[in-house]
């Protein structure tokens, strides 16, 4: 019986992903809990949400890239709104492909659609072999491929080669990257995080009410001398002054261990805001 309801309850788990059928967030969804039932939201904000009015259990958002950099609008929902906690984490290689319907010839191609950042990473490739086509940014890549099967004229896409199956369009060239280490690292968000598994990390923010010298240095400090690694550091705008910011680590550890409960503990009298965005175990 006990086996029994454990394998209705992983089978009935709902995940929300950035839609639609055929991102690389659904990818990542896939990867992350194949068994699981992945439902499809518009934009990062509504995938949260989704979690937080109890529709699904998790989300799985991207959060870095390791070409373009962070994630702004789901580090800035983390920081300012979402009550939720990252529980895992998941690193997908990105691959672009070059897709168009059956008939459109790969020397023909005079318009070409993608969301901005898949254009921007595939720059070399479009510029050496489609150097006058019209680049149209799209609101994901998976969307991509739907508008490039509405245009009438000699359209590609660049998506996922999942998209190209799922909406019934043609892969023509594959890894058209100009970077082959293209890779993005997505957070899982629920209720609560992770429980220890002895190789985890935790992810915190905060900032401080008034600016001076050494007030980063000190906080530094509580991290190196407990022989704590860093695996991330960096800031984004409080959105309240100009020049205030929010500072985001990464570090190793769970928080429930004694070392890291005394380093937040130390931390915590000497910020303003402290916010524990969750520990989850590290991403293999």
Do not use: W
Not at 31 to 59: C, K, M, R, W
Not at 166 to 175: P, R
Request: glycine content about 4%; aromatic content about 8%; hydrophobic content about 35%.
């Amino acid at each position: 019986f006990n086996n029994y309801k454990v394998n209705h309850i992983v089978m009935n788990k709902k995940i929300a992903f950035l839609g639609p059928v055929g991102t690389n967030s659904e990818e990542a969804s896939i990867l992350y809990q194949n068994d699981a039932q992945h439902i499809p939201f518009t934009s990062i904000q509504n995938t949260i949400s989704a979690v937080e009015s109890g529709e699904v259990n998790e989300a799985i958002v991207p959060i870095e890239n390791s070409l373009e950099g962070i994630v702004t609008t789901t580090i800035d929902l983390l920081i300012h709104e979402s009550t939720l906690k990252i529980c895992n984490e998941v690193v997908l290689p990105i691959s672009h492909h070059l897709i168009t319907d059956h008939e459109t010839k790969l020397n023909n191609i005079d318009t070409i659609y993608s969301h901005p950042q898949a254009l921007a990473q595939c720059r070399s490739f479009l510029s050496k072999n489609y150097p006058n086509a019209n680049c149209i940014a799209s609101l994901s890549t998976a969307t991509a491929v739907q508008d490039m099967l509405k245009d009438d004229r000699n359209a590609a896409a660049i998506a996922s080669h999942r998209a190209a199956d799922f909406y019934g369009a043609k892969s023509i060239k594959c890894n058209i990257e100009d970077n082959p280490n293209n890779a993005t690292r997505f957070i899982v968000l629920s209720q609560t995080d992770h429980i220890p598994t002895q190789y985890d990390k935790t992810s915190i923010a905060f900032s401080f009410n008034e600016d001076s010298s050494g007030l980063l240095h000190l906080i530094l400090l509580e991290f190196a001398s407990r022989k704590i690694n860093l695996s991330k550091i960096e800031s984004r705008p409080s959105k309240q002054l100009l020049g205030q910011y929010v500072f985001l680590i990464d570090f190793e550890g769970h928080r429930k261990e004694n070392h890291i409960k005394e380093t937040l503990e130390n931390i915590l009298n000497q910020v303003s805001i402290l916010k524990i965005f969750g520990s989850y175990p590290r991403y293999v």
